[in-house]
């Protein structure tokens, strides 16, 4: 009795064994099998990184010409019976067929000129604090110039509250970089186009908003936090070495004194004075000193002031030119990594906040 009592516990701790090292064994498979997905998803997307090397983005280009007459085509063939969609599509038929032998005829003419569409290229400048879309920008108005003539004409749909001066100047100069060449620029606000987003706007060669836009804050602000009082209170010290008397005017940290507070407040309006001379030297028409008291203004009163040119939106000058021009919207978007991802979205989310801030501080209809 007693052998079979220990058979059966050693069969029974036997198995018990072979339980537990089964267990473990899958437990280390399924391990196993889980670094190795992560080590195949890190090679993968390292060698997805190489391939791409140095090409941060590339450039899309949408025919919206194509796009405006196919929304036209479908709603044409919602509202018609059948007998006038096939009365139009006989018209249509005959309209094509003469146009086929005026381009036959003016192609075996060689003395005849040919008449070439227009062409007008949309850019978008969504604008953040930092106008960190320059980059985006300058890429779309370097492919533009390679191929744009006079005839053509360059449409920049505006959006910014402003933000930093050497961000906005160089978006400004992107822009400038078309009228240099001659080629017609138009800058429409829709929305907004203050401080930095005007410096942008009074570089075209016209200007259209909507009515309730928000236009000009020709000026310039500066706020600077200081924590000294906190930090003296709680016998932090902060030391700052700087050499040259104004390297430094104020400090966030340190004490601030009457004279680098002048100089900073000098500084200022040195900015100022360059912000009102860039604006009068695109617009001299302007009353610079009516406008430039960083004060902003609605697409009507702005008219009034001079500072845009017709109060329309950026769809009805599109949909106006349709006909007349071939539109072709250029973008360059930009290949982002997990990190710029992150980064765009904290940026985003500052910029929500500084534009809600913004905006309840503006007086709204209601």
Request: proline share 2%; hydrophobic share 40%; glycine share 6%.
């Amino acid at each position: 009795y007693i052998t079979a009592r220990l058979l059966n516990v050693s069969l029974l701790v036997r198995r018990e064994a072979l339980e537990f090292l089964y267990e473990y064994g899958l437990f280390l498979a399924k391990a196993i099998t889980f670094v190795i997905a992560v080590i195949a998803i890190i090679i993968a997307i390292a060698s997805s990184a190489m391939k791409q090397g140095g090409k941060k983005g590339e450039l899309e280009i949408i025919d919206l010409s194509e796009q405006y007459s196919e929304v036209e085509e479908d709603i044409i063939h919602h509202l018609l019976s059948k007998d006038e969609l096939k009365e139009k599509e006989k018209k249509d038929k005959k309209a094509d067929k003469e146009k086929a032998k005026i381009a036959k005829k003016a192609s075996k003419d060689e003395s005849e000129e040919k008449t070439v569409t227009p062409r007008l290229f949309v850019v978008d400048f969504n604008g953040s604090i930092d106008a960190k879309e320059v980059g985006s920008l300058r890429e779309e108005i370097s492919a533009i110039l390679t191929v744009a003539q006079p005839s053509d004409e360059v449409f920049v749909r505006l959006e910014s509250g402003g933000g930093m001066v050497h961000g906005y100047g160089l978006a400004a100069s992107q822009l400038d970089r078309v009228r240099q060449k001659n080629i017609p620029l138009t800058a429409s606000v829709d929305k907004v186009a203050a401080s930095g987003g005007y410096m942008m706007a009074c570089v075209a060669n016209k200007i259209v908003s909507a009515p309730f836009a928000i236009i000009g804050s020709i000026g310039v602000i500066a706020q600077v936090p200081n924590f000294h009082k906190l930090l003296k209170k709680n016998d932090v010290d902060f030391e700052q070495f700087t050499a040259g008397e104004f390297k430094r005017t104020v400090t966030m940290f340190g004490e601030n004194t009457d004279k680098g507070r002048e100089k900073f407040v000098e500084e200022l309006e040195e900015t100022h004075v360059l912000f009102k001379n860039f604006v009068s030297e695109h617009r001299p028409s302007l009353d610079i000193a009516k406008v430039a008291t960083g004060e902003h203004w609605f697409g009507t009163q702005a008219k009034e002031l001079g500072l845009i040119d017709e109060l329309q939106t950026s769809d009805d000058y599109l949909q106006a030119r349709c006909k007349s021009h071939k539109i072709v919207q250029i973008k360059y978007a930009t290949k982002k990594g997990l990190a710029e991802k992150f980064s765009k979205a904290a940026s985003l989310s500052f910029d929500a906040i500084i534009s809600k801030v913004w905006q309840n501080n503006r007086v709204f209809p209601g």
